[in-house]
């Protein structure tokens, strides 16, 4: 990474003619500075991260020249301490997935990953050194140690204004990115480029996940899909939990007697159009036949017993892929669960500490950092080198992710604190599910099943569950075998927002070819779309923008059904009744459990896509169109091959004004019928 850098940087001076010297940091790409403080240390989020940056996507966001913030730096006995200055209005965002707040200016924050994080210091399954300002830039901190954040929270003595402080522990120096705006979107944008763009889901990520209970075997994982299609019941990946392994605390990677046949049983899956995902954790138990070959490439500390590979080395990485090549992928597997890679030293005590050394040279702190981002690294490795894309989960994430196909989750319980954490992945170029298992009722149930329909991936979690929850959402009932007398009622519900969710695909898939492109999240908080409207809207973390279009506020249980909803300027939609509503304003709305608050903005083209089992059934390409308002954009769905490298076509859709018609052509979708919600609708 870092030759590409100076690569671009050069070629970036060549093509501007400008020598382009803020003090002490140069202009690296547009709009992106890079200054060097002392010595850095050797292995960084930066240094381990091997996407190039998105050059011309970045050098379509322009730049004026004028860096937008500049850091200085001093050195004492307690490392490096950064001064970045603040103006008074500015307002902060990011620091990763701090799901206990969402702006966090008169913060103090220090970045440790932790598996259980209770209160609002800084601990998070994915902490990132990268916050954006309402001023318009983002700033990088390149460094692994877990730095504290002062965010505008103390002044000292003498000094006229606020400023983030940043003090980073053990450190000889630091690199700095700052980003450039104008908005805060834009800065996002550029960081997400600057890291090789946002991840592009492929199409069967996008349909409808389920994680089968720890202990089932073949014979029940493929009952389960026959379950699924007896019921209709659209459903893209299953997952198998710990124990289709021989052993998982640590990891074996080898297949159990109770899965006699793999292959055979990925192969029955497809043809019913369900893909494969396997749990697993980095940590190498010793029957793994792997161990002895990892050995000399691992930490000098165990966990559950199992190595700790050194996954930011080459060498360790090809002895990990090698093995799965044969044993998971090679079979068919489409992706994996990649859990555990955070830390749980401050609570459930059972990770690597942080004075473990690892042959790279890094220790137990700087890989907690780096552990997981290097888990993705290698899964996305073994995908590429297959020329097929995957799409995972993952417990831990950090600095420069927006690349790397995975999608954080954690155990934790909370509803709107998991409702809260889509909007806020999104200033990091992180993506973030909610989790769904058994519930507390029909109301909670619900709740939960409509707000993962409406994030980056819709999945039940059900590893310790008997049954799918509609049968029966009683942990003990479930263990017990006994079937909900409501089950069929409520299986009904559930395929009502499966379909939903199956009918939304194109459009999602759109967003994140935007992304992937252009670097915009695609799902993100509303405070990054209206910054015209800061004021009103800064601290709204439970409502966000779904692509450009949709704006979405899940409901939990104890909203009881009612929610203050802000609309930002234009006119906006009900998705569900058509109802239009006027923006600028709060309002106070009520919805029965078959509705959510979900929104679309005046002038949208929506691509619906008929609701299949699976996205491999061709009628998932046959596509409804709904016009909202007289004078509705072009918009896009893409033909996407699923590959590595992507072969995407573009399919234009525009609304022929004349014809009062859809225009729309293309070779892998057929066009459906045309619903217009014209501008006259009735409304608040
Ligand atoms: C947890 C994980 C759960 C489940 C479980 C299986 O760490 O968060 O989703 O996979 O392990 O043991």
Redesign the pocket.
């Known amino acids: 990474m870092k030759k590409l850098l100076t690569l671009a940087a050069l070629m970036w001076i060549a093509i501007s003619g400008l020598a382009a010297q803020t003090p002490g940091g140069t202009e690296i790409l547009p709009g992106i500075w890079k200054f060097t403080f002392g010595t850095p240390d050797s292995i960084t989020p930066v240094s381990i991260h091997d996407a190039p940056p998105r050059q011309e996507a970045i050098a379509a966001l322009g730049s004026d020249g004028a860096c937008p913030v500049i850091p200085q730096a001093e050195f004492g006995r307690r490392g490096v301490l950064l001064t970045l200055p603040l103006k008074n209005d500015e307002l902060l965002y990011g620091l990763g997935l701090q799901l206990q707040s969402f702006q966090q200016r008169g913060k103090k924050k220090m970045l440790r990953v932790n598996a259980d994080p209770r209160v609002d210091t800084g601990d998070s399954h994915a902490p990132v050194p990268f916050y954006v300002s309402s001023a318009g830039y983002g700033v990088l901190i390149d460094n692994a140690r877990y730095m504290t954040f002062y965010l505008g929270s103390k002044r000292p003595e003498g000094a006229a204004s606020d400023a983030v402080k940043v003090e980073i522990p053990r450190s000889e120096g630091v690199d700095v990115y700052v980003f450039a705006g104008p908005t805060m979107k834009e800065a996002v944008a550029r960081y997400n480029l600057f890291a090789g763009g946002g991840t592009l889901v492929p199409r069967w990520g996008l349909g409808f996940w389920y994680r089968g209970e720890?202990d089932f075997t073949q014979e029940q994982i493929l009952a389960l899909a026959e379950d699924f299609r007896a019921n209709r019941l659209p459903c893209d990946v299953i997952g198998l939990?710990?124990h289709w392994q021989t052993a998982s605390y640590s990891c074996s990677y080898v297949w159990r007697g109770t899965f006699p046949d793999p292959a055979a049983m990925i192969g029955t899956l497809r043809e019913q159009g369900i893909r494969t995902n396997l749990?697993m954790h980095a940590y190498v138990h010793p029957s793994a036949p792997i161990h002895d070959a990892l050995k000399p490439y691992s930490g000098d500390y165990r966990v559950w017993n199992g190595l700790v590979p050194d996954l930011t080395l080459p060498e360790a990485r090809e002895i990990f892929k090698g093995w799965h090549a044969q044993a998971t992928t090679g079979i068919g597997v489409s992706g994996f669960?990649l859990?555990?890679c955070d830390n749980s030293d401050f609570t459930g005590n059972w990770c690597f500490p942080e004075i473990a050394s690892f042959p790279s040279g890094a220790d137990g702190e700087q890989m907690h950092s780096l552990f997981g981002l290097a888990i993705q690294q290698t899964i996305d490795e073994l995908y590429r080198e297959r020329g097929v894309r995957g799409y995972h989960l993952v417990?831990s994430s950090g600095a420069m992710a927006a690349p790397l196909p995975c999608v954080l989750y954690?155990?934790l319980y909370d509803s709107q604190v998991f409702i809260n954490a889509v909007a806020q992945s999104g200033f990091c170029g992180l993506l973030w599910t909610p989790e769904v298992r058994d519930a507390n009722g029909e109301e909670d149930f619900l709740r939960r099943f409509q707000a993962v329909m409406c994030s980056p991936l819709a999945m039940v979690?059900a590893?310790y569950l008997q049954m799918p929850p509609w049968k029966q959402m009683n942990r003990e009932k479930s263990k017990r075998h006994i079937v909900d007398p409501g089950s069929p009622e409520m299986t009904d519900a559930c395929r009502k927002w499966l379909e939903f969710r199956m009918t939304l695909i194109p459009y999602l898939h759109a967003a994140f070819v935007k992304y992937h492109e252009t670097g915009i999240p695609p799902f993100r908080a509303l405070v990054m779309d209206f910054p015209d409207e800061t004021a009103a809207v800064k601290d709204i973390a439970g409502q966000y923008m779904m692509g450009d279009e949709l704006m979405v506020a899940p409901l939990t249980a104890t909203s009881k059904g009612t929610k203050t909803i802000y609309f930002p300027a234009g006119t906006w939609y009900d998705f569900f009744t058509g109802e239009r509503i006027e923006g600028g304003q709060a309002l106070t709305l009520s919805f029965p459990l078959d509705r959510m608050p979900l929104y679309v903005k005046e002038g949208a083209i929506l691509p619906l896509a008929h609701a299949t089992l699976s996205t491999e059934d061709p009628d998932s390409r046959i596509l409804d169109f709904r016009v909202y308002g007289d004078d509705p954009r072009p918009t896009a769905v893409y033909e996407d091959d699923g590959g590595y490298p992507a072969q995407l076509k573009e399919n234009q859709i525009h609304w022929d004004a004349k014809r009062a018609r859809i225009r729309f052509q293309s070779k892998q979708y057929t066009s459906g019928k045309t619903i217009r919600i014209p501008s006259g609708q009735p409304g608040r």
Do not use: A
């Open positions: 720890t939990e710990p749990w669960k859990d555990e417990r954690s155990d979690n590893w």
